[in-house]
């Protein structure tokens, strides 16, 4: 299997889970999607843990839909209808990301809220160390990484529309209640780290007033490039986008694709995969395309971002003991919570 090969997402027959009526997604379709036609062939795209993604194939043409998974869900978690709003308003400034076709929030369609977007070939990296890559590949692809970080944290929010798509201010401080809420509402184990972390966290938050548009789940396995080139041609996975703090999604970049402090992540052998920044590289680079002189309290934005993905982790394990996660992988993840909430204390209290 060539590197290309590899860096293609892999395709399944639709979960038992996540069936839906398809006769009634295609005639909504024809009377919302641009230039849609034909008969309409459902797959789904493997992984996407949080929010069910499918291709969908008609009259030639291919499109990608997003759509809430099935079950009860957690509060304020799997909004596809902010995804669609983001990506729609980022349309026309220089950040990457798919055409929006249309929304629906109908769940009489299909069960759940769902949006159709286009289909963009590329190469997505789920494996932070990019196997096959050359050295050379490695360092472009993560230099536009942090480029397109620093465009997207230079949009101006309410020139594109989105003035009321967070709360600017106290960023750290509202995550940080969010997400100790999102992981009492799918907690399974006593984690003393975590407890920790909860006591900690709310009272270390750094004075640093920056307000921008957060990702919120920046990471090269949730960006695409060009098919050759190491050109990234779509931001992607909005769900847990708001008006926020730029550092977060720095941080996050650096413990999932520099650190391999994630759920399922190995550790980086550095000598093996020549071209990957360090954590102090990457940071440098991004504060480069940012203008920024550096980044204080560092330790503090790393111990959040990996609290806040033990939490999504939790989730996304009790989905799957629930039988509502959209991978058999989801039921893997019973580790995942201690092992990133013991790191983020170790981290906190390196501080």
Known sequence: MSAAEQNQPEITEVREAHRF????????CRAHVEGFSGDLEVRQFEGGQSNPTFLLTSGGKRYVMRKKPPGKLLASAHQVDREYRVMKALGPTDVPVPHMYALCEDDDVIGTAFYVMEYLEGRVFADQTMPGSSEEERRAVYAN????????HAVDYEAVGLSDFGRPGN????????????????????????EQLIDWLPQNIPDEPSVTIAHGDYRLGNVMFHPTEPRMIAVLDWELCTIGHPLADVAYTCMFDLMAVSATAAPIDRSATPGIP?????????????????????????AFSMFRLASISQGVYKRGLDGNASSERAKTMGDACRHLADKAWEIAQSS
């Open 21 to 28: 009526d398809v006769k009634r997604l295609e005639d909504w």
């Open 145 to 152: 990484l942090a480029e397109n970080l620093a465009k997207l």
């Open 171 to 194: 960023y750290f401080e509202r995550q940080i209640g969010r997400w100790i809420k999102q992981y009492r509402g799918a907690q399974t184990d006593d984690i003393p780290s975590m």
């Open 278 to 302: 360090t954590v102090e590289e990457y940071v440098a680079d991004y504060c480069r395309q940012a203008g920024r002189d550096g980044i204080e309290d560092l330790n503090f934005y790393l």
